[in-house]
Antibody, heavy 121, light 108 residues
Framework: EVLLVESGGSLVKPGGSLRLSCAAS????????MDWVRQAPGRGLEWVSS????????YYAESLKGRFTISRDNARNSLYLQMDSLRVEDTAIYYC??????????????WGQGTLVTVSS | DIQMTQSPVSLSASVGDRVTITCRAS??????LNWYQQKSGKAPNLLIY???NLQSGVPSRFSGSGSGTDFTLTITNLQPEDFATYYC??????????FGQGTKVEIK
């Protein structure tokens, strides 16, 4: 079974840091671009960041303004998101997703169960 | 960035109904449009990719259509387990991949 399991979410004060992890199983992580997507409480979905198979291409949402860093360890079948200078508005569930691609485009499947990050004083 | 607008924001329907949700892109996105279903408290789940391709394991009562800027998700014979929020997503050209604001399908 293809599975993504996030961890690392917690309560953190504004200005603090947090590192999220995503453990992949059931497939070879090294063959896929991976992404993070977040969802603020009661809100919609927001793409956060992408990283290509060998970390050659990395993208971030403009709103993050260099505060987040995505990385991966293919040998450990793991994806990470380092979050620095956290703000109240970063409060959200963070999902790890596998990106699929074909001539029909790119899409996200599967999604992890999510990990909750709460930024509050 | 490409803006995605879904309509309606919410709708009420009964079991057995046919439901249509639309998604409009702020510029042409060819067929690079996906649909996801999110049930309360759960992660989203892929339904349709490439505008009209049904993801494996998804019931055939779900279908997608459209190209360019206008897209539709149709659910025929609505079932109790279909009450959820639905999101469209564009993956045209380059990031950022953007989502619609969501459409909540509620029980009438």
């Amino acid at each position: 079974e293809v599975l993504l399991v996030e961890s690392g979410g917690s309560l953190v004060k504004p200005g603090g840091s947090l590192r999220l992890s995503c453990a992949a199983s059931g497939f070879n992580l090294s063959r896929y671009t991976m992404d993070w997507v977040r969802q603020a409480p009661g809100r919609g979905l927001e793409w956060v960041s992408s990283i290509s198979t060998r970390s050659t291409y990395i993208y971030y949402a403009e709103s993050l303004k260099g505060r987040f860093t995505i990385s991966r360890d293919n040998a450990r079948n793991s994806l990470y998101l380092q979050m620095d200078s956290l703000r109240v508005e970063d409060t959200a569930i963070y999902y790890c997703v596998r990106e699929r691609v074909s001539t029909s485009g790119n899409w996200f499947d599967p999604w992890g169960q999510g990990t909750l990050v709460t930024v509050s004083s | 960035d490409i803006q995605m607008t879904q309509s309606p924001v919410s709708l009420s329907a009964s079991v057995g109904d046919r439901v249509t949700i639309t998604c409009r892109a702020s510029q042409t996105i060819n067929i690079f449009l996906n649909w996801y279903q999110q049930k309360s408290g759960k992660a989203p789940n892929l339904l349709i990719y490439g505008a009209s391709n049904l993801q494996s394991g998804v019931p055939s009562r779900f279908s997608g259509s459209g190209s360019g800027t206008d897209f539709t998700l149709t659910i025929t014979n609505l079932q109790p387990e279909d009450f959820a929020t639905y999101y469209c997503q564009q993956t045209y050209n380059t990031r950022p991949w953007t989502f619609g604001q969501g459409t909540k399908v509620e029980i009438k």
